[in-house]
């Protein structure tokens, strides 16, 4: 979509997948669990913009736009269920701006977005420890936004359903994650009932495309410090490309490749509850996206229900 | 237990994936169209352009007991016997009317082709060439003035030609195949009409025909849609091969004669020149006035500045001049400054409710424009009237030539007037929908709009309030969205009503009342 990836969490898993910035604590997207009874929660600013944004596979700017930014501002947690099984939960205010031509730019509440995150299996291989997570997921607007007023929209309004198969390694402070995702998108409805894409639509009603993704993610692990390269690739499961000079459309085929960083630094001794995350990323390739160059930073602080001395894990801390 | 969450989160998203997510159109499923009401007499009802309804002859077809005409009866047979699936659904598709159906033809080319062009690298703007149509910019640019000729150039031709052959199914009087042969299966419905010619090939030729001037790129595809209606016809048993044949002949013939008055009724010029362009300014100047200014980056010539020219259907060029209100509030003076701060106090306080409505009525780029928006109210509700093809024509037509003229009457005026956006006055004014590369007064939308709801309300009474309501919301969703003062709106709806009151004395006498 054309607006910037990491709208939020859930727009982004839904469309752009990569969303390094939100859920950084505990995320959907890497191999860190909550023990039992601790809640992390926090909250992430995000600006991403782009001034290129690709109209099918043509690339262009566009001087009635001029950048497009969009920011926003997550809140969101993480519960450890048991040590297993966590749940994660956010939802995001979000603000869209074009800097030239006349276009209003839009701001509310978006999506909120759950996940389910089970560790299913930990495993000793070589000199590290294997893990495999079993991730599923799903989206729901909060508000009746605009979804048809693309690239200020501030998300699509589809419900979404996500399932996700991450495998984590790590041996000594060196860690690699990947995961693969599939995402349903439900029907949407627009304000108006008729609609072109590749045909003329006499409904209000739009088939979304679903979305495929994966992510891989590597770098540096210990327990007060996680520095990462990331690298991600999503795409729509069909959908249409943007006509020259056309308006982009909701059900748009919206692909994009990404590429980033992101750290986390926990703080030490008697703050070692409250955590600094953030990151960068950038798109190298897209389709019918705009080529956004984003970063966020954010805090998180660990509430700890069970009484006992604990925080975040890995399954390499653990088995060690 | 977390292996069963699992399984239901998996499980919820296989339902996704798996759940029918095919959306329909509105129009998918419509039963044949079954006629209250055959119009036998509408051959003698007043054409638009034929001077008589047998200016072009068709030839008297062979007698049901000919040699001839069992052969045709033989191939409706062969076809029956080996019905496709795909015919099937064809017969089902143009059943439901041949007038509905090649409206909804021409609303998805509007759409197709309602892209501005892309800039040149020296930041000037091509302009689409029939000459050229293939090459990009795509021909046409299908914007609201085009879409507005173009469907009534289609309406209009196709009335004719059905007023042409209901004279010859009056004259001709031969039967329909299923009524010879009663083993012929009616699967399209019966009806009481004669089948030669058959009405809708007359349709189908007319339509084709029309597209070398309408969408020179899509009369390929056009063809094809010919041969899909007429093979559906032959096949539901409504007509043979011979009443197709001298449908789509006379369809095209009376094409001919609407395609030859579009090539000199001034559209062509309408684009106009940059010295047409530069006039438009200075005579602005002259007057005191701010010039209107395009707000697109680069800046794009005005849309069809000289469309005012047009040659309408209803309004001769005396009538469009007459139809010109009174100036708008000079552009320096503290009524147009109230004006403008009201946009922008507008703009910045828009509910989502009123979102909506700027977004239902937007009619934009790729979108089917406000005339086509118009067609479709008139064909949903027309619909449910149980019309025959004949009076379904009529009543396009009227309505096609009302938005023609009111494209005409209102690019006369916007260009009379040359007056700027409400964003020009006042660049704070950020919009909800894209703005229009044209002048401020008179509103498009209200125009387009007021002039459909007062032919309309005249074709069907009972809808006549919800029709001024669609209009007012229509108008009303240009000052929404921040594009509009409120003046032009409330001139552009009393304008509107006039043009429309044109068709409405047309309507009065044609014969169909």
């Given at each position: 979509m054309l607006n910037s990836k990491k709208v939020a969490f859930s727009v982004a898993l839904a469309l752009l997948v990569a969303a390094p910035a939100v859920l950084k604590a505990q995320t959907d997207e890497d191999g860190i669990m909550m023990d039992k009874k601790n809640l992390c929660i926090g909250a992430t600013y995000m600006h991403g913009s782009w001034d290129h944004y690709w109209e099918g596979t043509f690339k262009r700017n566009n001087q009635n736009l001029g950048t497009v930014s969009t920011q926003s501002v997550m809140v969101m947690g993480t519960y450890g269920i048991t040590r297993k099984l966590n749940f994660i939960a956010g939802a995001p205010y979000v603000w869209t701006h074009a800097t030239a031509g006349t276009l209003h730019g839009q701001h509310g509440v978006q999506d909120l977005s759950a996940w389910l995150k089970w560790d299913a299996l930990d495993l000793n291989v070589g000199k590290g420890v294997l893990s495999i997570y079993f991730l599923g997921g799903g989206s729901l607007p909060l508000t009746n936004y605009i979804a048809d007023f693309l690239p200020l929209s501030i998300g699509l309004q589809s419900k979404t359903l996500s399932g996700r198969l991450l495998v984590d390694y790590q041996a000594g402070n060196f860690f690699a994650t990947a995961s693969g995702t599939y995402t349903g998108r439900s029907n949407i409805i627009i304000d108006r009932n008729s609609y072109y894409t590749t045909s003329l639509h006499l409904t209000d009603k739009v088939d979304m495309p679903d979305m495929a993704s994966y992510n891989v993610r590597a770098g540096y692990r210990s327990n007060w410090l996680i520095a990462e390269a990331v690298f991600t690739q999503a795409f729509t499961v069909g959908g249409f490309d943007i006509r020259k000079n056309d308006m982009p459309f909701p059900s748009n085929k919206m692909n994009s490749t990404m590429a980033g960083i992101d750290f986390k630094y926990t703080l030490p001794k008697k703050w070692n509850a409250l955590s600094i995350v953030g990151g960068g990323m950038y798109t190298l390739a897209g389709r019918n996206v705009g080529q956004s160059t984003s970063w966020d930073l954010g805090a998180f602080y660990v509430l700890d229900f069970s009484h006992k001395r604990s925080k975040a894990h890995t399954s390499a801390s653990e088995k060690k | 237990m977390n292996r069963h969450i699992f399984l239901l989160a998996l499980g919820s998203i296989l339902m996704i994936a798996a759940c029918n997510k095919n959306v329909s159109d509105r129009t998918a499923g419509l039963p044949p169209l079954a006629p209250a009401n055959e119009d036998l007499n509408a051959g003698s009802w007043r054409p638009i352009l034929l001077s008589r309804p047998d200016t072009f002859a068709v030839a008297t077809p062979a007698a049901t007991n000919s040699p001839l005409y069992v052969a045709d009866l033989n191939e409706i047979k062969g076809y029956q016997t080996h019905l496709t699936s795909d015919q099937q659904g064809q017969i089902a598709y143009w059943s439901a009317g041949g007038v509905l159906r090649w409206n909804e033809v021409m609303r998805e080319l509007v759409a197709k082709y309602n892209l501005a062009p892309y800039q040149n690298t020296d930041g000037s703007y091509p302009t689409p060439s029939s000459a050229n149509?293939?090459?990009?910019?795509?021909?046409?640019?299908?914007?609201p003035p085009y879409a507005a000729r173009a469907f009534a150039y289609i309406s209009a031709a196709q009335y004719d030609a059905l007023v042409a052959c209901w004279y010859y199914k009056a004259k001709f009087n031969r039967p329909a195949p299923y009524t010879v042969d009663p083993t012929i299966k009616a699967m399209a419905g019966k009806t009481g009409l004669a089948s030669y010619p058959s009405e809708g090939a007359v349709l189908a030729g007319v339509s084709a025909e029309m597209m070398q001037l309408l969408f020179p790129d899509e009369i390929g595809n056009v063809q094809q849609k010919l041969q899909q209606q007429e093979m559906a016809l032959m096949a539901s048993g409504a007509a043979t091969r011979s009443d197709i044949t001298a449908g789509e002949a006379l369809g095209r013939q009376v094409a001919e004669m609407f395609i030859a008055r579009a090539r000199g009724d001034n559209a062509g010029k309408a684009v106009g020149t940059p010295a047409d362009w530069a006039k438009f300014v200075t005579t602005a100047q002259a007057a005191n006035q701010v010039p209107w200014l395009s707000l697109e980056a680069p800046a794009r010539p005005p849309?069809?500045?000289?469309?005012?020219k047009v040659k309408g259907f209803l309004c001769d060029s005396a009538a469009i001049v007459s139809l010109r209100p009174g100036p708008p509030?000079?552009?320096?003076s503290d009524e147009m400054k109230s004006q403008t701060s009201a946009a922008l106090k507008t703009i910045q306080n828009a509910t989502r409710e009123q979102m909506k409505i700027v977004q239902f009525w937007a009619d934009g780029i790729g979108t089917y424009t406000p005339p086509g928006h118009w067609n479709a109210i008139a064909a949903e509700d027309f619909v449910k009237q149980n019309w025959s093809e004949v009076r379904w024509a009529r009543n396009m037509a009227l309505l096609n030539m009302t938005e023609m003229d009111a494209a005409i009457s209102c690019w006369d005026i916007k260009y009379f007037y040359f007056n700027p956006r409400p964003t020009q006055l006042d660049p704070s004014i950020k919009t909800l929908t894209g703005i229009p590369n044209f002048p401020s007064y008179v509103s498009g939308h209200s125009m387009f709009s007021g002039a459909a709801a007062t032919i309309l309300g005249h074709i069907l009474p009972s809808r006549a309030s919800a029709y001024e309501a669609m209009a007012q919301e229509a108008a009303n969703s240009r000052i929404y969205a921040g594009i509009h003062y409120t003046l032009d709106c409330t001139v552009g709806l009393q304008v509107a009503q006039n043009v429309g009151n044109y068709a409405v004395k047309r309507a009065q006498i044609d014969g169909a009342e």
């Amino acid at each position: 979509m054309l607006n910037s990836k990491k709208v939020a969490f859930s727009v982004a898993l839904a469309l752009l997948v990569a969303a390094p910035a939100v859920l950084k604590a505990q995320t959907d997207e890497d191999g860190i669990m909550m023990d039992k009874k601790n809640l992390c929660i926090g909250a992430t600013y995000m600006h991403g913009s782009w001034d290129h944004y690709w109209e099918g596979t043509f690339k262009r700017n566009n001087q009635n736009l001029g950048t497009v930014s969009t920011q926003s501002v997550m809140v969101m947690g993480t519960y450890g269920i048991t040590r297993k099984l966590n749940f994660i939960a956010g939802a995001p205010y979000v603000w869209t701006h074009a800097t030239a031509g006349t276009l209003h730019g839009q701001h509310g509440v978006q999506d909120l977005s759950a996940w389910l995150k089970w560790d299913a299996l930990d495993l000793n291989v070589g000199k590290g420890v294997l893990s495999i997570y079993f991730l599923g997921g799903g989206s729901l607007p909060l508000t009746n936004y605009i979804a048809d007023f693309l690239p200020l929209s501030i998300g699509l309004q589809s419900k979404t359903l996500s399932g996700r198969l991450l495998v984590d390694y790590q041996a000594g402070n060196f860690f690699a994650t990947a995961s693969g995702t599939y995402t349903g998108r439900s029907n949407i409805i627009i304000d108006r009932n008729s609609y072109y894409t590749t045909s003329l639509h006499l409904t209000d009603k739009v088939d979304m495309p679903d979305m495929a993704s994966y992510n891989v993610r590597a770098g540096y692990r210990s327990n007060w410090l996680i520095a990462e390269a990331v690298f991600t690739q999503a795409f729509t499961v069909g959908g249409f490309d943007i006509r020259k000079n056309d308006m982009p459309f909701p059900s748009n085929k919206m692909n994009s490749t990404m590429a980033g960083i992101d750290f986390k630094y926990t703080l030490p001794k008697k703050w070692n509850a409250l955590s600094i995350v953030g990151g960068g990323m950038y798109t190298l390739a897209g389709r019918n996206v705009g080529q956004s160059t984003s970063w966020d930073l954010g805090a998180f602080y660990v509430l700890d229900f069970s009484h006992k001395r604990s925080k975040a894990h890995t399954s390499a801390s653990e088995k060690k | 237990m977390n292996r069963h969450i699992f399984l239901l989160a998996l499980g919820s998203i296989l339902m996704i994936a798996a759940c029918n997510k095919n959306v329909s159109d509105r129009t998918a499923g419509l039963p044949p169209l079954a006629p209250a009401n055959e119009d036998l007499n509408a051959g003698s009802w007043r054409p638009i352009l034929l001077s008589r309804p047998d200016t072009f002859a068709v030839a008297t077809p062979a007698a049901t007991n000919s040699p001839l005409y069992v052969a045709d009866l033989n191939e409706i047979k062969g076809y029956q016997t080996h019905l496709t699936s795909d015919q099937q659904g064809q017969i089902a598709y143009w059943s439901a009317g041949g007038v509905l159906r090649w409206n909804e033809v021409m609303r998805e080319l509007v759409a197709k082709y309602n892209l501005a062009p892309y800039q040149n690298t020296d930041g000037s703007y091509p302009t689409p060439s029939s000459a050229n149509p293939f090459a990009y910019p795509f021909f046409p640019f299908s914007n609201p003035p085009y879409a507005a000729r173009a469907f009534a150039y289609i309406s209009a031709a196709q009335y004719d030609a059905l007023v042409a052959c209901w004279y010859y199914k009056a004259k001709f009087n031969r039967p329909a195949p299923y009524t010879v042969d009663p083993t012929i299966k009616a699967m399209a419905g019966k009806t009481g009409l004669a089948s030669y010619p058959s009405e809708g090939a007359v349709l189908a030729g007319v339509s084709a025909e029309m597209m070398q001037l309408l969408f020179p790129d899509e009369i390929g595809n056009v063809q094809q849609k010919l041969q899909q209606q007429e093979m559906a016809l032959m096949a539901s048993g409504a007509a043979t091969r011979s009443d197709i044949t001298a449908g789509e002949a006379l369809g095209r013939q009376v094409a001919e004669m609407f395609i030859a008055r579009a090539r000199g009724d001034n559209a062509g010029k309408a684009v106009g020149t940059p010295a047409d362009w530069a006039k438009f300014v200075t005579t602005a100047q002259a007057a005191n006035q701010v010039p209107w200014l395009s707000l697109e980056a680069p800046a794009r010539p005005p849309m069809l500045p000289l469309f005012g020219k047009v040659k309408g259907f209803l309004c001769d060029s005396a009538a469009i001049v007459s139809l010109r209100p009174g100036p708008p509030p000079s552009t320096s003076s503290d009524e147009m400054k109230s004006q403008t701060s009201a946009a922008l106090k507008t703009i910045q306080n828009a509910t989502r409710e009123q979102m909506k409505i700027v977004q239902f009525w937007a009619d934009g780029i790729g979108t089917y424009t406000p005339p086509g928006h118009w067609n479709a109210i008139a064909a949903e509700d027309f619909v449910k009237q149980n019309w025959s093809e004949v009076r379904w024509a009529r009543n396009m037509a009227l309505l096609n030539m009302t938005e023609m003229d009111a494209a005409i009457s209102c690019w006369d005026i916007k260009y009379f007037y040359f007056n700027p956006r409400p964003t020009q006055l006042d660049p704070s004014i950020k919009t909800l929908t894209g703005i229009p590369n044209f002048p401020s007064y008179v509103s498009g939308h209200s125009m387009f709009s007021g002039a459909a709801a007062t032919i309309l309300g005249h074709i069907l009474p009972s809808r006549a309030s919800a029709y001024e309501a669609m209009a007012q919301e229509a108008a009303n969703s240009r000052i929404y969205a921040g594009i509009h003062y409120t003046l032009d709106c409330t001139v552009g709806l009393q304008v509107a009503q006039n043009v429309g009151n044109y068709a409405v004395k047309r309507a009065q006498i044609d014969g169909a009342e």
